[in-house]
């Protein structure tokens, strides 16, 4: 079986993929990877980047992915240092300033730097301080709105009890009341009469 003479390799694939997530990861292009690749193995850019995405991207997905991520880490650190190095070269920046540039940094204005910094420390501490009262009164608050809310509950359902105690109750009361009076009719007996001598009726006492 013949083999082009321009046939990739294992090794040319190899070479490519790392040289891709490379740039990736420092923040460069894929052109710049292909050009370099190209220069390593005597290939045009053009060729690189046609291997690169018809047959070696698709191995690398993940990869790929976490080269992304570390680039994103990477800024995030690089503009985090050029921050502090800003503060540390260029101190008048975040300083007071003099009345020239030119003239040297006295040791007040350093000082009255430093204690801007202690003021802002303290009140970065002050507001964490706070921060924490504050949530500490809210789970007091979140703790007592439950009691309270159990307590209702409680008082709702006692509530109910003694409304079906009453209405068995006014049952009780209105069954007496009719048994009382079914009683009374009852204790009423008809009057006995007989008849005396001159044929007139006359009622006999019990």
């Known amino acids: 079986m013949k083999v082009r003479q321009d046939a990739w390799s294992h090794e040319d694939d190899v070479l490519l993929a790392e040289t891709v997530l490379k740039h990736i990861k420092e923040g460069s292009t894929q052109l710049r990877a292909f050009d370099e690749v190209g220069d390593e193995l005597h290939r045009t850019s053009a060729a690189c980047g046609f291997r690169w995405n018809a047959v070696v991207r698709q191995k690398y997905i993940n990869d790929i992915r976490e080269a992304k991520k570390e680039r994103k880490e990477r800024k995030r650190a690089a503009s985090y240092l050029s921050s502090v190095t800003k503060r540390a070269v260029q101190p008048e920046l975040y300083m007071p300033q003099q009345q020239s540039v030119n003239q040297p940094i006295s040791l007040s204005v350093v000082i009255d730097y430093l204690k801007t910094l202690n003021t802002e ?49 006014i049952q009780i009361m209105n069954r007496a009341r009719r048994m009382a009076i079914l009683q009374d009719d009852d204790s009423i007996a008809p009057a006995t009469f007989k008849m005396d001598k001159n044929g007139n009726l006359e009622k006999v006492a019990k």
Not at 157 to 162: C, L, R, T, Y
């Open 121 to 169: 420390s303290n009140g970065t501490q002050a507001l964490k301080k706070e921060n924490e009262k504050l949530l500490k009164e809210n789970l007091e608050l979140l703790t007592k709105n439950k009691e309270l809310e159990a307590e209702l509950s409680k008082l709702q359902n006692d509530h109910h009890v003694i409304e079906e105690d009453y209405q068995s109750l």
